[in-house]
């Protein structure tokens, strides 16, 4: 990063986060502003199923954090919005993204028009501002490669979701390279946490289970992750934010890689509330990226996956009115039509250490909630 930007991004810079009501954007905000060094965020945020408001409660609680806060309530891919929003500012983050590949499968739509329109318009706004750096943080993407990928790995999309953010992440290096933006671009593992959307993994099984609800398991459960608390993963791409240099893509791994059925394990008991359900089209079986270039520039995780987990699930069953409230609306719909039919094919689930070969969790004690057979 140049000096000019360094400055620009010391006490006091002025950060556009798109999509800072998300669950990973809202983190970063809550993270940035809880610093207290005169940084002031402006939010533009769609407030579609994925963003909540309440994920800012409390920063806006707090008077001197609200006093540092604007929010925007508005769509990434309207230039009339965005444009003036990134021309008041020293910095862009862009966490503004449809969240889940199931999602992306039954309306893909949504994703290209955040995922590449948005991603467009956020960088025309950036050339005509011409000093704003901007930041792109984005979830897993499928590379071909053997053992942990590196950043020049090549990219393997098999999803509507992963293939919007590939297209997402190819434009933006090329207004590096054709019109000079200074841009960054981060890869994140799996992330984890509280705020996280009850579509996703750990939070859907953690708050069915509390509901003593089927838990759907896809497939065997042995595809593999490697497990990003959310603070780990928004300090990350702050940190390359300052740091990274124009033009790079920087990996963020996890702290743990695990199979999905050594998470549930390490989750709840019982097992029984656990059903095999038929696994989703193009399930990838493993990502896991190689964290060297990162680490180089001066980054580690800081929780492991056993703390990071536990806090997790303090965070939801301390705070049943948010998850519920997200459980709201037209999530009834949404889930019988994800898992109405798979939960009806579904079966009982081996457990761990069966036939299966699947083991429990190393450094994870089986945690949750509401066991109904005492």
Do not use: C
Not at 200 to 219: Q, S
Request: net charge negative; proline share 5%; glycine share 10%.
């Amino acid at each position: 990063m140049s000096d000019a930007n360094a400055a620009r991004l010391g006490a006091g810079a002025r950060i556009l986060v798109t999509g800072g009501a998300g669950f990973i954007g809202s983190a970063y905000v809550r993270d940035v502003l809880a610093r207290a060094d005169g940084t002031r965020i402006t939010v533009l945020d769609k407030l579609t199923y994925a963003g909540n408001r309440s994920n800012l409660a409390a920063v806006e609680a707090d008077p001197e954090q609200a006093s540092r806060l604007r929010f925007v309530q508005g769509d990434i891919a309207e230039p009339g919005t965005v444009g003036p929003l990134v021309a008041d500012v020293d910095a862009v983050v862009n966490f503004a993204a449809e969240s889940h590949v199931d999602r992306s499968i039954l309306d893909p739509e949504a994703f290209l028009r955040t995922g590449v329109i948005g991603v467009h318009v956020l960088l025309e706004s950036v050339r005509a501002a011409s000093f704003a750096r901007t930041a792109r943080g984005d979830a897993p993407v499928r590379y071909v490669a053997e053992g942990r990928s590196t950043e020049t790995d090549r990219l393997d999309p098999r999803s509507p979701y992963s293939a919007a953010k590939a297209a997402g992440e190819l434009l933006v290096q090329s207004y590096v390279v054709t019109h000079g933006v200074d841009a960054v671009v981060t890869r994140g593992s799996n992330t984890y946490g509280p705020f996280h959307h009850p579509e996703k993994l750990i939070p859907l099984f953690v708050t069915n289970a509390i509901d003593d609800l089927e838990l759907p398991m896809y497939g065997d459960g042995l595809q593999q992750r490697d497990w990003l608390f959310v603070t780990d993963h928004a300090g990350a791409i702050d940190h390359v934010l300052r740091h990274g240099a124009s033009g790079e893509t920087y990996n963020v791994p996890g702290s743990a890689e695990m199979t999905n059925r050594d998470v549930i394990a390490a989750l709840l008991k019982p097992w029984s509330l656990v059903r095999t359900v038929p696994d989703r089209p193009g399930h990838d079986r493993r990502y896991a990226l190689d964290g060297t270039k990162l680490a180089a520039l001066g980054w580690r995780n800081r929780t492991s996956f056993a703390d990071g987990l536990a806090a997790t699930i303090d965070w939801f069953r301390a705070n049943e009115p948010w998850w519920r409230a997200t459980k709201s609306g037209d999530w009834d719909a949404y889930y019988e039509r994800q898992y109405g039919s798979r939960l009806a094919a579904g079966q009982a689930a081996l457990r761990p250490g069966s036939s299966s070969g699947a083991g429990s969790a190393p450094g994870a004690a089986p945690a949750i909630a509401r066991d109904p057979a005492g």
